[in-house]
């Protein structure tokens, strides 16, 4: 099926650096997600995206919405210990009806 | 809000045994999605329903996957006969709003031997 390109596959960073990731799409999207996976649990939302440029914040994290509707980025900023998890880019095309296209993730390490 | 719950957490079964996971979707959600998620593949949409009824099946392997939703509290993934590449871990995900993103229960690990 479908895939996003979702880069990189896995980071290794230290304590307080910022992060940043990104996932591109040949399709035009209307709807981006973020989602981040802990060991051992299912994915959970931590930002959507609606609108072409849109630019949200959740606390240390910030996600856009291209304005070509084919890509998104997320950046952490001051990364912590619990940052780490797999991050996982999700879309949502037009005529899809509510299904996900995903990414492969990143995976995240951050050494303290 | 007890979230989306899936059982068993973990599932081995040996080769050729019918397998059953189920999920109990958030009150109150009338989409539900099943998903399986491999290290080679990542996560994969198996099937989906809105209000109890399959709209999308065609991520389902095989004829050996069925999967039923007989009211809104209630779905089930079956596997007969399990086979060892159906080892994964499934996901139960329900969402309440078109275009959102849903929200998924913790999963099962099946092992199949």
């Known amino acids: 099926g479908q895939q996003l390109n979702q880069s990189p596959q896995s980071m290794f960073i230290q304590e307080g650096e910022d992060v940043s990731m990104n996932c591109t799409s040949s399709?035009?999207?209307?709807?981006w997600l973020w989602y981040k996976q802990d060991p051992g649990e299912g994915p959970v939302l931590l930002i959507a995206?609606?609108?072409a440029g849109e630019l949200t914040s959740n606390g240390r994290l910030t996600a856009q919405f291209g304005i070509t509707r084919k890509d998104s980025f997320l950046n952490i900023s001051a990364s912590i210990p619990s940052d780490v998890g797999i991050y996982f880019c999700?879309?949502?095309?037009?005529?899809?009806?509510?299904?996900?296209?995903w990414g492969l993730g990143t995976s995240l390490a951050v050494n303290p | 809000d007890a979230g989306v719950i899936q059982s068993p957490r973990h599932e081995v079964t040996e080769m050729g045994q019918e397998v059953t996971l189920r999920c109990k979707p958030i009150?109150?959600?009338?989409?539900l999605f099943w998903y399986r998620q491999t290290m080679m593949r990542g996560l994969e949409l198996l099937i989906y329903?809105?209000?109890?009824?399959?709209?999308?099946d065609s991520g389902m392997p095989e004829d050996r996957f069925s999967a039923k939703m007989p009211n809104a509290s209630f779905s089930t993934l079956k596997i007969q006969p399990s086979e060892p590449r159906d080892s994964a871990v499934y996901f139960c995900?329900?969402?309440?709003?078109?275009?959102?993103?849903?929200?998924f229960g913790s999963g099962t690990r099946l092992t199949v031997v």
């Open positions: 995206l609606y609108k």
């Open positions: 999700a879309g949502i095309n037009a005529g899809n009806n509510r299904k996900l296209i």
């Open positions: 399709s035009i999207f209307n709807t």
């Open positions: 995900a329900s969402s309440k709003v078109a275009g959102n993103g849903y929200t």
């Open positions: 329903f809105n209000n109890n009824v399959p709209i999308d």
């Open positions: 009150s109150g959600h009338n989409s």
